[in-house]
């Protein structure tokens, strides 16, 4: 059974983040939205509010689980019993990041990283600018679930 999990904070959720797990659900048996808590950030949704709202979202995909996890991606994989990790690419940018982490994740923790680029539609997406417009009152309805 190969079953994967795709970390992040997800605060919030994006369309490209759900374009991601879409695109990943037929490569796996099962997938694990893992949304992280990190203790030195402050979130604009709680990450029970993250995972009540990913629940929801995916009530009728059999394939996810949605945990909240607060420690090191490797040990949420294991505890999970993932056996790769998904991230998504929005730039070169972003592969340089997680290139480095997947190297942190193979190293520590044997688990591989299955890098997916965005789809060009969602390329310039992402959960910071999407807070950032939340803040000055616009409509960001068609950028988030």
């Known amino acids: 059974m190969t ?3 795709f970390t992040g904070s997800f605060d919030p959720f ?3 983040h759900a374009s991601i797990v879409q695109r990943a659900l037929p490569l796996f048996d099962s997938i694990v939205i893992a949304v992280g808590h990190n ?17 929801k979202h995916y009530a009728n995909e059999p394939k996810i689980e949605v945990v909240a ?7 949420v ?12 690419v929005r730039s070169f940018k972003d592969f340089e990041y997680e290139r480095q982490q997947a190297e942190i994740n193979k190293t520590i923790g044997g688990i591989e990283t299955l890098f997916l680029c ?5 390329e310039s997406i ?3 600018i999407v ?15």
């Open 3 to 5: 079953k994967a999990i």
């Open 14 to 16: 994006t369309v490209g």
């Open 39 to 55: 203790e030195h950030k402050k979130g604009m949704f709680s990450v029970e509010e993250r995972v009540e709202r990913l629940e």
């Open 69 to 75: 996890y607060s420690d090191l991606t490797v040990d």
């Open 77 to 88: 994989a294991k505890r999970v019993g993932a056996n790769v990790i998904i991230k998504g």
């Open 118 to 122: 965005s789809d060009p539609q969602y």
């Open 126 to 128: 992402s959960s910071s």
């Open 131 to 145: 807070r950032e417009l939340i803040h000055f009152g616009r409509d960001v309805s068609d950028m988030m679930i």
